[in-house]
């Protein structure tokens, strides 16, 4: 019950707008350390929290577009790989389902917060300035409650068990379909992320960095981070890219 009513909470501020909530809960890799902490196991969470992240690097939200939810695939991907005892493989297979649920979810809340401006227009037109900041702060919180962490708390509550049967009663040659298909979600997503960043002049480090990584066996990602920065640093002070700026 505790763990359940946890991952509610957790789901609420995964579920408010705002910076602070955007960074420390939204995000997969956040809110994989988050569920990973409240069932007793935080790394393997921001494990499999980051691994999902990496298949959503590319997504973009524009306006009240949506493809697929981030935030239930982050959540709740990551609670059915802890406690259906996934690999990271089939654990990002199962979050793209998951999110794409959510964003059903998403639509919903977006749709019914479509009220609360026209609300707020009549308050205003009757000088209600505090029935307006009260429906500020407690309008969108109530839709979150209800739209997002109550389904959340039941599947917590519930879900572990079914989740666990569930798996079981899969047959082989289906994980191992969903776990070929999750070794290359994470490939699609930094495909997405290079579409929208690619720069011919960087095609170079791109390949450098791949060639390293695939012939030392290196997987440690912050020591590549590390080199990344001082790279770029040491570039930028010999001008490079200044020809393109100067031609612009």
């Known amino acids: 019950m505790v763990q359940a009513l946890l991952m509610a909470l957790l789901a609420l501020l995964n579920g408010i707008q705002g910076p602070l909530n955007w960074y420390m809960f939204r995000e997969p890799v956040m809110a994989g350390f988050w569920v990973g902490l409240i069932y007793g196991n935080p790394v393997q969470g921001t494990i499999i929290g980051a691994t999902i992240n990496v298949s959503y690097l590319g997504w973009i939200s524009a306006g009240g577009a949506n493809a697929s939810d981030l935030y239930w695939a982050g959540l709740l991907g990551t609670f059915v790989a802890i406690k259906g005892g996934m690999s990271l ?33 009549q308050l205003a037109a009757k000088g209600n300035w505090k029935g307006i900041r009260k429906l500020q702060v407690l309008g969108g919180p ?55 960043m690619f720069k011919k002049e960087l095609l170079p480090f791109f390949a450098l960095g791949f060639v390293i990584a695939a012939y030392t066996g290196m997987t440690d990602l912050l020591m590549f981070a590390c080199v990344g920065v001082c790279l770029a640093a040491i570039l930028i002070k010999m001008g490079f890219c200044s020809d393109e700026k100067g031609a612009a």
Request: hydrophobic content about 65%.
């Open 142 to 196: 109530a839709l979150v409650l209800l739209l997002r962490a109550l389904p959340v708390f039941f599947i917590a509550l519930f879900g572990g068990d079914l989740i666990q049967v569930f798996i079981d009663a899969l047959p082989v040659w289906a994980m191992n379909g969903l776990a070929a298909v999750g070794k290359l979600l994470p490939a699609l997503g930094m495909s997405m992320l290079l579409k929208f």
């Open 89 to 121: 493989e089939t654990a990002v297979a199962f979050a793209v389902p998951i999110g794409l649920l959510g964003n059903y979810v998403h639509v919903a809340y977006m749709t019914l917060a479509s009220v609360w401006p026209t609300k707020m227009d």
